[in-house]
T-cell receptor
Framework: QQQVKQSPQSLIVQKGGISIINCAYE??????FPWYQQFPGKGPALLIA?????SEKKEGRFTISFNKSAKQFSLHIMDSQPGDSATYFC???????????FGTGTRLQVFP | SQTIHQWPATLVQPVGSPLSLECTVE??????LYWYRQAAGRGLQLLFY??????ISSEVPQNLSASRPQDRQFILSSKKLLLSDSGFYLC?????????????FGQGTRLTVV
């Protein structure tokens, strides 16, 4: 119940296309859903996050869509660029715990 | 501003040797501290987390241990490394009272056990 399932494992997108990464969870107590971006050889860094009281959050080319009833959330990268090539992790936690549970990651490659 | 330091960046150790990875945080007090492991092509596995000095929670049974001798210092150790301990180890911190805020990761340590 503590798992966050992420798909796909890898994704290849052409420059200018839309990249979509999906995550699903079981624990209805989760109330914070961040996405992290990791470049090779580096630690992950927070990209964008959402709370379940909203269905969508947009920051530049990055959008999180959240479906509370389906217990699913997704990251959309519009106008994907080669510089977006990285591994993306979804995550979840509850306010009263000290643990951030990560998905298994999606390796995104954007080709020019 | 807050910074997190993790070292060494890379490490090659023989099977059966001891391990000590250190992580320190500057610019904040009483942070939550975390050790994650990232195996090749896999996700981030939470190994240990700490909400205060001497307070360590272990997430998975394994060959590793963690200690927090000071408020902003977190150490990952092993007495005898196994081949399966190879991976990318990441230290992270967040503000106390839950991780419902940004988690900041170090640059990681690439450990290869040979």
């Amino acid at each position: 119940q503590q798992q966050v399932k992420q798909s796909p494992q890898s994704l290849i997108v052409q420059k200018g296309g839309i990249s979509i990464i999906n995550c699903a969870y079981e624990n209805t107590a989760f109330d914070y859903f961040p996405w992290y971006q990791q470049f090779p050889g580096k630690g992950p860094a927070l990209l964008i996050a959402i709370r379940p009281d909203v269905s969508e959050k947009k920051e530049g080319r990055f959008t999180i869509s959240f479906n509370k009833s389906a217990k699913q959330f997704s990251l959309h990268i519009m106008d994907s660029q080669p510089g977006d090539s990285a591994t993306y992790f979804c995550a979840a936690n509850t306010y009263n715990t000290d643990k951030l549970i990560f998905g298994t990651g999606t390796r995104l490659q954007v080709f020019p | 501003s807050q910074t997190i330091h993790q070292w060494p960046a890379t490490l090659v150790q023989p099977v059966g040797s001891p391990l000590s990875l250190e992580c320190t945080v500057e610019g904040t007090s009483n942070p939550n501290l975390y050790w994650y492991r990232q195996a090749a092509g896999r996700g981030l596995q939470l190994l240990f987390y700490s909400v205060g000095i001497g307070q360590i929670s272990s997430e998975v049974p394994q060959n590793l241990s963690a200690s927090r001798p000071q408020d902003r210092q977190f150490i990952l150790s092993s007495k005898k490394l196994l081949l399966s301990d190879s991976g990318f180890y990441l230290c992270a911190w967040s503000k106390s009272k839950g991780m419902n805020t940004e988690a900041f990761f170090g640059q990681g340590t690439r450990l290869t056990v040979v």
